[in-house]
C-alpha cells in the first residue's frame, strides 16, 4: 500500500491492518456481505457506533480507497462483516469474486462518534442503504431510545434490507424522487426542534447539506446535537 494517500493518512495518525476474509454471502440482488478477521483492529482501536474504516483496492493499477462501515463488530472474536453496494466499480468487483483467505487492507483514520450525556430522550436519522449499517449500530447501541427514520431507497428490493427497529422505533421508506427532493421534504416536515433530541443525517451530498442547514437556520437546533455526513455524491 506504497501510495500518497496511505502515507498522509499514516502521518495523520491513520493505524493500518491486513483483513482476513472469512465467508461471503448476497444480500439481496444488489449487496454483498463479506465476514473478515480484523488483524488486530478491534482491540487495538475500540468499537463506537458507526464505526467505519477506509479500504484500498486496486483499481487499473492504482490505489483506491473506499469508506464502509463495521457491521456487528465483535471484539471478543475479532471479526465483522461490511456490506458491499454491486455498482460498476473496483469495490464491487473485489466484494464479489473475494473468496475465504483473502485478504485486503484497512486504515482506520477519522472515525468517531460519541452520544451525548446524558442520552437523547429521542433519535431522528435520515439515511438510506449506503447508511442503514450506520444507523442500525446507532439503534443497537441505544436500544431504549426512541427513534424516528426516514430511510431513502433507490431500487425496490432495498426495503428488504434489515433495519434494527424496534416497537418504539419508526422507520418510514421513502423512494428517491426529483434529486433526493421527496426526502429532503418529508423530513423538513416531520423534524421537530426538541432540546433532548439527537439528529443524525447521512445520505446523498446534496440531500445531507439541506437538512443540516434546515436543522441549523430554521430549527435553531446546536451544532452538538447534529451529525451530519454526506454519504455519496450525485455529480
Same mark, same amino acid.
Given at each position: 500500500m506504497?501510495?500518497?494517500?496511505? #502515507?498522509?493518512?499514516?502521518?495523520? $495518525? +491513520? %493505524?493500518?491492518? @491486513? /483483513?482476513? &476474509? #472469512?465467508?461471503?454471502?448476497?444480500? $439481496? +440482488? %444488489?449487496?454483498? @456481505? /463479506?465476514? &473478515? ?19 484500498w483496492?486496486?483499481?487499473?493499477g492504482?490505489?483506491?480507497?473506499r ?46 462518534f ?17 447508511s442503514?449499517p ?34 418504539h422505533?419508526?422507520v ?6 426529483d ?57
Open positions: 506504497a501510495n500518497w494517500e496511505a #502515507l498522509v493518512l499514516r502521518a495523520l $495518525g +491513520g %493505524r493500518n491492518f @491486513r /483483513l482476513t &476474509v #472469512l465467508e461471503t454471502e448476497p444480500v $439481496g +440482488g %444488489r449487496y454483498h @456481505r /463479506l465476514r &473478515v478477521d480484523d488483524g488486530g483492529l478491534l482491540d487495538a482501536c475500540g468499537v463506537h457506533p458507526t464505526m467505519w474504516v477506509r479500504l483496492f486496486d483499481d487499473g492504482r490505489p483506491h480507497q469508506a464502509y462501515t463495521l457491521v456487528d463488530p465483535d471484539p471478543e472474536t475479532g471479526r465483522f462483516s461490511l456490506e458491499f453496494a454491486l455498482h460498476d466499480g473496483c469495490a464491487a468487483r473485489w466484494a464479489t469474486a473475494a473468496a475465504a483467505g483473502d485478504t485486503i487492507e484497512a486504515t482506520v483514520q477519522g472515525t468517531g460519541t452520544w451525548p450525556d446524558p442520552a437523547p430522550e429521542h433519535l431522528y436519522a435520515a439515511g438510506d442503504a449506503a442503514l450506520a444507523i442500525n449500530s446507532l439503534l443497537d447501541s441505544a436500544p431504549d431510545v426512541a427513534a424516528t427514520i426516514w430511510l431513502e431507497y433507490a431500487h425496490d428490493d432495498e426495503r428488504a434490507l434489515p433495519v434494527r427497529a424496534r416497537e422505533h419508526t418510514t421508506w421513502l423512494p428517491r424522487q434529486d433526493g427532493r421527496l426526502l429532503v421534504d418529508t423530513v423538513r416536515a416531520g423534524v421537530p426542534a426538541a432540546p433532548a433530541a439527537y439528529y443524525w443525517i447521512a445520505c446523498e451530498a446534496a440531500s445531507t447539506r439541506a437538512l443540516t442547514k434546515h436543522l441549523r437556520r430554521e430549527l435553531g437546533v446546536g451544532k452538538d446535537r447534529i451529525s451530519s455526513l454526506a454519504y455519496w455524491s450525485a455529480r
